[in-house]
């Protein structure tokens, strides 16, 4: 008999390592909002990192023009259409717009993976602030507007600026990814990884996500005093 019969116990498999990403290349992501300035820029280099990319927008025209212009072998439709063709969906709508949006695509949505990168704030002469939606975050709602969808939050952090500029070849910044299954945030994080210069670390539940969110805030109040394009690096990891 082995030790391990001896004792009745199984032998653990070993830990899995955390940079052991699955190959994410071959998958369709959709960018509902991608006609907005973060969504056209998460578009552009996904598309530029040799991701299929479908724009979605409420009307296929606008989305249709906007990828277009991006070229790239990116395609536009409607929102409905974009999430259907895709295996994994980026919200970059706007706050006030966020709830309407994914409440008309739940059964679009169902069994997709999510990744919600919008932040709630607000402005006023001090500058930008944090707003707490009643769920906790942007993500949390997400998580309860869609049941059937498997929701994560990344990419929050991100320069509009830069996303679209294409005289930038690589971006110096980690993106921070929450979620519940380790699976999904593991694909998302490949995804943010494929784009020259970014990583994706893994930051916790969704339950953290309103932090992540508020944390942008903070970084518009350093790009303005810096005239800057700030992001975040996560050290010793």
């Not at 509902?32 to 409420?58: E, P």
């Not at 259907?84 to 969906?89: E, L, Y």
Request: glycine content about 10%; some cysteine; overall charge negative.
């Amino acid at each position: 008999m082995t030790s391990t019969e001896n004792t009745g116990t199984a032998a653990k498999a070993p830990a899995k390592d955390p940079w052991d990403l699955p190959d994410v290349s071959d998958l369709v992501v959709g960018v509902l909002g991608g006609t907005g300035d973060q969504g056209r820029g998460l578009a552009y280099r996904l598309a530029r990192a040799g991701q299929k990319v479908i724009i979605g927008s409420r009307a296929a025209e606008r989305a249709e023009s906007a990828a277009a212009e991006l070229g790239l072998g990116v395609e536009g439709a409607d929102n409905a259409e974009c999430a259907r063709r895709s295996d994994v969906v980026i919200v970059a709508v706007p706050w006030d717009g966020h709830a309407k949006t994914l409440e008309t695509l739940q059964k679009e949505l169902a069994g997709k993976i999510v990744v919600d990168c919008v932040n709630p704030l607000g402005f006023d002469k001090k500058g930008a602030y944090a707003l707490k939606p009643e769920e906790g975050s942007a993500a949390e709602q997400a998580a309860a507007l869609l049941p059937d969808s498997r929701v994560t939050a990344a990419f929050h952090h991100l320069s509009a600026v830069l996303l679209q500029d294409p005289s930038i070849d690589e971006i110096d910044t980690d993106v921070m990814v929450l979620g519940e299954a380790r699976a999904d945030t593991d694909v998302v994080q490949a995804l943010a990884s494929r784009i020259p210069g970014m990583r994706g670390v893994f930051a916790g539940r969704l339950r953290n996500a309103h932090q992540v969110e508020s944390l942008v805030a903070n970084l518009i109040s350093t790009n303005r005093r810096y005239k800057a394009h700030a992001g975040l690096r996560v050290t010793d990891v």
